[in-house]
């Protein structure tokens, strides 16, 4: 038994929070001391609550939610440029190869600041890419057939600078801090609390099946209502906290498998 992996990188922003409230929740109720994550819930809990701040003042501003879907589509976009040029890197024909693997490793060497990074620091690493492939690595673009990948990208960059501006105008005194940031930190607050629980059960010897039947444990557990305290649970806390949770993650998993279905077939560039 393991947490199900998941990249909360795929969450809109308010699905993200939901998320985290509902890891939180169910914390609280099993409470973190008996699942053994008492400091890392401590340290937790203040990102926590700083991007539930951030958050309420993000939904007065009348061009948060534009600014989102403009970010998301530029994300999309160089995700599925990636993919593209990564799915190149076996073409037939030596030059395509050859230019596929430079890509590659440009692409790569931007991924994180364009993906992880905030709004700000995202248009810089943007700016900088599309200088490149239209500079030393544009013979590489042509080669490879992708001048529309690289036309969607600009223009959707171009598109959120425009929203990022508007809504710079409208809320120039709100708090400069990026909920971007505090996400990639509470990313990582997750991973390391859900590995905690994974190390824990794995040294229980917890780590493959045992003779708990899942189904028999979610009804105890009444996933659907407000769960009962510790002592009414199996014996190892830690094992129901995972079962438990695994059951909120294949949720978000499923949404998160939806839209990009829906997105595959709709927002590839045309060819």
Known sequence: MKVIKFKL???RNEEWFRFLTEFRDLIIHFTADAIGLNKLYAEFIILFLKADKLLLVLRKSAYTHELELADQKRDDLFRGFYEVVKGSLKQPGEAKQKAAERLFVLLGGYRTAVLSESYAAESAALYNLLEDLGGTYEADVTTLGVTDWVTAISQAEQAFLSVSEARADESFAKPKNDLKLVRSQLDVFYTAMTGVLDAQLLADGLGGNIAVDPEE?????????????????????PYNFVVAWNEHVKKYRNLVSQRAGRRHKTDAPDA
């Open 217 to 237: 444990l979610d009804d105890e557990l009444h996933l659907d209502d407000d769960p009962p305290p510790p002592h009414e649970f199996h014996g190892n806390i």
């Open 9 to 11: 990188s795929g969450l």
